[in-house]
């Protein structure tokens, strides 16, 4: 089959690799129609995530029509799924509790010691996204295999165009779970770090939970744009200074709520920010973490912060101290996709969210690593790009 691979920072191709086989009875191959680059695909192709290797197949939001499935599957030939990007088998302590990107078993045994290192415990596994969560192939092929598959996939409604429901996979959810854990209050004013996809969900989920104002902070002019579709007010960091801003808009007191959909490769111009591009060039830090210093500073008093952003490893210059004296709560990790995935579905079902409005770019899987550069590169206009394998290449 055809898969878009990792060679190393800023080299992508599409090879001819093996066809993925039934290895556990449990799980099922899916035939891909429709499969997505995700911002934090961004953080492969720059090199920031360890433990990837060459020829690694990368993707992680994917749908597709299920065209085997093991004994020890629920799912059927022939049945259109969309598939979490975080692997978990359904019965651990962990998801039990539904938190399913904590399971204990989605990441094979011989993986899990460089987690084990890294985070103190190993997380759940996760499609195409480093040795570290798995070394699972990913879903930006024509075919994929699915652990879990009793667990994780969700069958879609013979008639629905899968551009209405591919997001499921990640990004939706990611952006529901952002706004969930703000905790948001009816009357709260939210402030979202980044309008990427899954801040563009996060300001339409902080609205649909009773958020009376949001603000959404960026640089790029069509994605603050697409911001204010949703009633959003919003800031550019490039032509205001973003704390004094929000001090104003808030009366001096902050937002209620913060959230970071920014993660590891902040951008901008300031101090903190340069300093932490010379360490991570120089092999000493990992992460830029400009917005989440600026989202504590910037939240008021009592208030709640919530981090959906990907982080990957130490980082300094963390303001633990205006953190504790505010009294500030925060909450984080990976989304718990398949806790999920039902309400959201019905919900896009009845109109409720709207997800097309977020595709800029249709390309053939063959185009996959020009769909790369175009998003690394244009980040105004490249909202996101969706791969489909067998259409006519661009």
Known sequence: MRALTWHGR???????????????????????TATAICGSDLHLYDGYIPTMQAGDILGHEFM?????????STLKKGQKVVVPFTIACGSCYHCGKHQYSACDNGLPADNQDIAQTLYGQPMSGLFGYSHMTGGYAGGQAEYVRVPFSDVGPIVIPDGIDDEKVLFLSDILPTGWMAAENADIEPGDTVAVWGCGPVGLFAVQSAFLMGAERVIAIDHFPHRLDLARKFGAETINFEDSAVYEALMEMTGGIGPDAVIDSVGLEAHGFFVDN????????????????HS????????????RVSMPAVYGGFVDKFPLGAFMEKGLTLKTGQTHVQHYLPGLLAAILEEKIDTTFLISHRLALEDAPKGYKMFHDNQNEVTKVVLKPGLALA
């Open 10 to 32: 800023h080299d992508v191709r599409v090879d001819t690799v093996d066809d993925p086989e039934i290895i556990n009875p449990r799980d099922a191959i899916i035939k891909i």
């Open 274 to 289: 340069v300093i932490d591009q010379i360490k991570k060039s120089t092999f000493l830090g990992t992460d830029r973490t």
């Open 64 to 72: 597709g029509e299920v065209v085997e499935a093991g004994s020890g």
């Open 292 to 303: 989440i210093r600026q989202a504590i500073f910037a939240c008021r008093k009592g208030g």
